[in-house]
């Protein structure tokens, strides 16, 4: 018998529309992997078998009565603990959010319910989205299905493991320095960030507003495009969301997989092939750069100079915009309340429950941002990181001027053992050098699998400019056709 938890999206959904199998079956059996490895991996911090069981159900009834399937209907998704969930416990990784319950869908999980998949759960992730490793998470790390010993990545390392795990075909996570792509690399799997105002933002909770951005994730790039397709696309909700269709990433995958790039012009940015990255992960991107070139791509290096100051910039303008945006956490609205006694004050209660809410990881964000938003400090921290942001975004512009899209390792290093970065916060944060600068511009970026490093996965990162979504899926899925994916040990 098949083992349906190791097929693809696209060949889970056509067997569900031929009635081959049902979505029930589908999900049966993914709920059955979550129950027989999860203990390990710790992908899911809530697994909603009944309402994944009755999802399945309703799609069954429907290719029953001969209605029109979507192109995912009876599709299993796991789903980042960042995303609001209709009655749905949604933590964040944060202990300040235990327990809740939002009153209703984010417009993600709206349309993933819409177009027929089947949310499986939510996954675990670094507290706020902050973090590279989900370590950070309140609720314990979550492991490398590569090597148990080792991260998933962040700050959605749950959802990267779980795809890595065969728990699940399709996963949402949510980037803002890099929490899909960084994750992606880590654990053999594609990770696409779409353009920033691409997917809605509504109901994700918000860390850095001007960066966050969700996408989609999968084992191959085909899948990652059908995902892309029916969570994108402009949302009336999000007052950024882009009033155009989503980019035609589907065919964009499709053509990509005949492995042919003639007229097609990379750039290598320069800045991302010298010191930094450890040597078995610039030799996989070395060798990955020849495959493309053999597949009719012509690569040129360019120049992004204000690169390197992409990871000062961002640790200016996240933690401002979290501090800011982290405030609403005040004990009266949402969550977790401590001290409320009756004798104490509202500040109080407000400070204790922020104290005992939040981790140290949150914290030390809100207390970098609280000081470079403060009035003496504003102009030398704040202003001259937005004037940096502006020098990436015209780095981009000249570059996209001379290339289709831009490539580079996605991650300097990959996997680390867990604990190995924990105690140094700018260890962890080097986990970004090469997906932030894309952040800051705003423009789409997609990790695929490119080799392997001392039997570990290596990604590599391909950038385009803003709306042009689907040219870094052609480039993605033509590596894919050449490279091929990567199946982790047998858990
Ligand atoms: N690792 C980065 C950070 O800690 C990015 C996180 C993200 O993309 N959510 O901020």
Known sequence: MTDLTRLTAAEVADLVASGGTSAVEVTQAHLDRIAAVDDRVNAFLHVDTEGALAAARAV??????????????????????????????????????EGWRPPYDSTLVQRLRAAGTVMLGKTNMDEFAMGSSTEYSAYG?????????????????GSAAALAAYEAPLAIGSDTGGSIRQPGAVTGTVGAKPTYG???????????SSLDT????????????????????????????IPQPVPDVVGAAKLGATGDLTGVKLGVVTEFTGEGAEPGVMAAFRESVEALAKLGAEIVEVSCPHFKYALPAYYLIAPSECSSNLARFDGVRFGLRTGDDGNRSLEEVMSLTREAGFGPEVKRRIMIGTYALSSGYYDAYYGQAQKVRTLITRDFTSAFEQVDALISPTTPFVAFPIGARTSDPYQMYLADLFTIPTNLYGGPAISVPCGLSDGLPVGLQIMAPTMADDRMYRVAAALESTVGTFTPPAL
């Open 60 to 97: 069954d009834e429907r290719r029953v009565a001969g209605e029109e399937l979507g192109p995912l209907a009876g599709v299993p998704v796991a789903v980042k603990d960042v995303l609001t969930t209709k009655g749905v416990p949604t933590t964040v990784g944060s202990k300040i959010l």
């Open 141 to 157: 790390p979550t492991h490398n299905p590569w090597d148990l010993s080792r991260i998933p990545g962040g700050s959605g390392g």
């Open 198 to 208: 691409g997917t809605s933002r509504y109901g994700l909770v918000a860390f850095s």
């Open 214 to 241: 969700p996408g989609p994730c999968a084992r191959t790039v085909l899948d990652a495009a059908l995902l892309h397709q029916v969570i994108g696309g402009h949302d009336p909700r999000d007052s950024t969301s």
